[in-house]
């Protein structure tokens, strides 16, 4: 089992439809993926149809109370179930307090899932915290979605630096371009301007478009009502992207 975490510390940025669409797309090809939505806003579990928090709550799912698979629930969608946001979650920093370190304590809870799911694609809270740092040493490829400006480097270069001072591999980190409007004259600047070192890292780019706008109207990814988008194809090619380099990293043992 592999463990996807789409994350920035920057809200609105795309994370939410990135892990929505790439999960739908990982599930298209058949394989079993987990979308566990950990942001308390609940804008995943919104969008595959489910509006309540978790049965027994983020407390007892953390404390390790409840069996993680009991709280799963499925979308719609062939091979693609959802583990809820829950009210709870704005708290998960003192759950992740109070016993072994929090790296720990997500590794144990993911451990059941990989008897059930070749792919986990978690939906992070957008925070520098203690369920960060687990996630940085828990997930096996960290999905960082960049807006094409300056600003959104910098976001790019801190948690470089925050990988660096840690001693985290920086090759677990896979940044893409987000939200691409080239009619924005800053982003077309952004775009012919920055050096290919940066560039070179950003093979996949997802457009634009109002069609992602419409995944909390529509509530599914927009393959289900856009097939034929360029964005729709963009996700596909971030998902065959993201799924070689996990295909190329060693995996991680989340026990
Ligand atoms: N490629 C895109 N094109 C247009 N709107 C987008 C795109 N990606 C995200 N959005 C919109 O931007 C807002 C924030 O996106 P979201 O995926 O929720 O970001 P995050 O999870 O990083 O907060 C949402 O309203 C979403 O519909
Ligand atoms: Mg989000």
Known sequence: MRVLAFYSFKGGVGKTSAAVNVAAEAARDGVPTLLWDMDPQAAASWILGHDDGLESGAGKLFKG????GREVV??????????PADRGYRHLDNLLQKRDAPADILAQLLRPLSE??????????????????????????LAVPLLPSPLSLRVWHQLRQEFRDNNLPRKRLSPFLSMVDRR???????????PPPVRRQLSTWIPSASQ??????????????APRAAVTA?????WLELDRRLSELPQRNPV
């Open 184 to 194: 924005r004259t800053l982003h077309r600047e952004w775009l012919a301007t920055e």
């Open 116 to 141: 059930v799911y070749g792919l986990v694609v978690l939906d992070c809270p957008p925070s520098f915290s203690r369920l960060s740092g687990a996630l940085f040493r828990v997930a096996d490829l």
């Open 212 to 225: 992602v706008e419409r995944m909390a109207v529509e509530r599914g990814p927009v393959r289900a009502y």
């Open 234 to 238: 963009a996700y596909r090619n971030l």
């Open 74 to 83: 499925p979308t719609g969608i062939e091979h693609l179930h959802l583990l």
């Open 65 to 68: 109370k409840v069996p993680i």
